[in-house]
Structure formats: C-alpha cells, structure tokens
C-alpha cells in the first residue's frame, strides 16, 4: 500500500487521516459533504 518503508512514518499518517476525517465529519456543515473534499483543513 505504501512504499515507505518507516513503520512510525505510517503510523503518523494514519493517525493524521483519523483526525482529518474526524475534523471533516464533525466541523463541516452538512450541505457540504457534497463539496470536492480538496478543501484544506486542519
């Protein structure tokens, strides 16, 4: 899945998916979730 071979590294980065998804799912306003999900968030 990933060519990085830092087990920590992916780690991190699943970790920060789980945050944006949760800041997605729990910040943006319903009648967004039909907006291209580019938008920059924390």
């Known amino acids: 899945m990933s060519t990085v071979e830092d087990p920590a590294f992916e780690v991190r980065v699943a970790a ?12 943006l ?10 938008i920059d968030v924390p």
């Open 16 to 27: 920060y998916a789980a945050r944006r998804a949760a800041w997605i799912r729990d910040v």
């Open 29 to 38: 306003p319903a009648h967004l979730f039909g907006a291209p999900l580019w």
